[in-house]
């Protein structure tokens, strides 16, 4: 019968190592991410008042709030958002879904996997020589917004491609087979099981572009721009505008004289945003699976 | 026998990238007949129906030659391709039950032709559920998942589907691969009864099974038609081809 043998303990034994050895690298990993977080808000909590979120900066940076800042990055985020999430997603469908194997879609796809690779601020050079420039948009939060778009939208794809892919080959086949069209297939059963994928990738792009601070510092960021009155389109696309990311970078090392907790504070609103963004993301997930098909 | 021909395939040949897997075959099908086809594993059933309904063309290097028409015309210049799809049910090997309610996997198709009226499809529903012997199993709970069956409901199921776009010409490969003995019997009945008014394309590793239903029995080896006769020939002591006897019997290597 089942008797424990020699190798059977061993087994244990090594199954209770590897398990205790991969805790660890998880520890490893989850250590540093909380000193970091616990820190920066600890630092920046003393100046984390109501008046630091809603008002201008005032005297160089070093005093007042970051009120613009935070409008600009949610202004950056959502536009390059419009721009690369329905671009991405439909190209990706059309790789995956419509293109035939052949060269052009072998580079295509070759394309898209390096253009993930390219530093951002190579991207950002390119925006300011295309939109800025070439263009004509000026320095402008479109200019900029475009540079995040072009930026993601290789990831974007990516990971579109990988949720679509997940579906199983079987499914639309079912649907070939019935004489359902390529697009019937896509929109009635592959879109709706991939879709939690789709959206994860995509939110969690748009958080990365929330940090960036080289391609829009080149293309439409502005160290400093207050926003007077209030109003819902508080910036024009036209113009220029203040984002955390940079504003951190200015207070840190050219505003001579601000407090130290001014910084931090600055820092966590953008770690702030950039959860609440990833928090989004991981909801969607977890409502979508909760539904999942399969 | 009736002589109208259903499906006509001529000097067909299919290949994937360089390598030919069907080497210019031809045969008939009549309406109203059930062919049985058998063959050894590799030789080709699969990617011949495929070839009939043009999913074929899903699969990237996948270049077919010859002629199938079916009614009379040509598969390849058909102006409709799906039109063409709904006229052939099909059913995989293995089930494959659509993330969706049993009820919508049964309407998909015809909703996906255009169909919209809900009374109409809900006697539709249940007349396809019944005809694949799976309406008394769910009809309490047409709205569960059709993925959530076991897998035998779902390729009674599946069959459900390729019954649902009332198609003229019904090919199952190896339907009954995932089904237990006593409901593939249920099946092989159901089939006998919808062989009034439908041809019959059954492709199977059970050799037994083309006995009990096939009126003609087809037998593909590697890509080649060997023998296609009655089945009281194909399975009696001295069919037309030395091999046909072997496989039949079991004692193919
Ligand atoms: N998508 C494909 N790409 C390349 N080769 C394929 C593809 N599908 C089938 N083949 C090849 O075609 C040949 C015939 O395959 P097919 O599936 O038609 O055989 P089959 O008679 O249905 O076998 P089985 O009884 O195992 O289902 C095999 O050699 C197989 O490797
Ligand atoms: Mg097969």
Request: charge should be positive; hydrophobic fraction near 45%; glycine fraction near 8%.
């Amino acid at each position: 019968m089942f008797t424990e043998t020699l190798t059977g303990r061993k087994k244990q034994r090594h199954e209770r190592v590897a398990r205790m050895f991969f805790g660890l690298m998880t520890a490893a990993m989850v250590i540093p991410l909380l000193l970091i977080v616990g820190f920066v808000v600890f630092k920046g909590a003393p100046a984390m008042t109501w008046e630091f979120f809603s008002t201008n900066p005032r005297r160089g940076g070093t005093a007042g709030g970051i009120w613009p800042a935070l409008v600009g990055t949610l202004y950056l985020i959502l536009v390059s958002l419009c721009i690369s999430a329905p671009i991405g997603v439909l190209a990706a469908v059309y790789l995956n879904e419509y293109a035939k194997e052949n060269w052009f879609t072998r580079i295509v796809n070759l394309a898209v996997v390096n253009l993930a690779g390219v530093p951002s601020i190579v991207h950002g050079l390119f925006g300011l020589g295309a939109f800025v420039y070439a263009l004509h948009f000026g320095k402008s939060i479109l200019a900029a917004a475009l540079t995040l778009a072009i930026m993601t939208l290789p990831v974007i794809i990516a990971s579109t491609k990988e949720a679509l892919a997940s579906v199983p080959r079987s499914f639309r086949e079912a649907c070939w087979n019935v004489g359902a069209s390529r697009w019937q297939t896509i929109w009635r059963i592959v879109l709706p099981n991939s879709i939690s994928g789709i959206l994860t990738g995509v939110i969690l792009q748009v958080s990365r572009t929330a940090g960036e601070t080289a391609p829009v510092m080149l293309t439409g960021v502005a160290t400093f721009k207050a926003i007077e009155g209030g109003g819902l389109f508080l910036y024009d696309l036209r113009e220029q505008c203040m984002a955390l990311s940079m504003h951190l970078f200015y207070v840190r090392t050219q505003a001579s004289g601000a407090p130290e907790e001014l910084s931090y504070a600055i820092a966590a609103t953008l770690l702030g945003v950039v959860l609440l963004v990833n928090t989004t993301a991981i909801c969607f997930r977890v409502f979508l699976r909760a539904r999942k098909k399969w | 026998m009736n002589a109208r021909k259903k499906i006509e395939v001529s000097g067909l040949r299919l290949s994937f990238g360089d390598k030919e897997v069907l080497h210019g075959i031809s045969f008939d099908v009549y309406a109203g007949e059930i062919l049985g086809v058998i063959g050894p594993a590799q030789s080709g059933k699969t990617s011949l129906l495929r070839c009939i309904n043009r999913t074929i063309e899903f699969t990237p290097g996948a270049r077919v030659g010859g002629r199938i028409a079916v009614d009379g015309q040509d598969v390849q210049h058909v102006k409709d391709v799906h039109g063409l799809r709904r006229k052939i049910g099909m059913v995989a090997p293995l089930p494959v039950g659509l993330p969706l309610s049993i009820y919508d996997n049964v309407a998909f198709a015809p909703r996906a032709a255009g169909a919209r009226d809900r009374a109409w499809l809900d006697g539709h529903v249940e007349q396809c559920l019944r005809q694949a012997a799976l309406w008394d199993e769910v009809k309490e709970r047409l709205d569960v998942l059709g993925t959530k069956l076991s897998g035998g409901q779902q390729q009674r199921l599946t069959i459900a589907r390729a019954l649902s776009h009332q198609p003229e010409i019904l090919c199952l490969d190896e339907f009954s691969i995932a089904i237990d003995p006593v409901t593939t019997m249920r099946i092989e009945d159901v089939l006998k009864e919808l062989s009034r008014d439908m041809t019959i394309v059954l492709v199977t590793n059970l050799v037994q099974q083309a006995r009990r239903l096939a009126a003609r029995t087809l037998f593909l080896w590697n890509g080649h038609i060997v023998e296609l006769d009655r089945t009281e020939v194909v399975f009696s002591d001295s069919p037309g081809d030395r091999r046909t006897y072997e496989y039949v019997n079991g004692i193919f290597g």
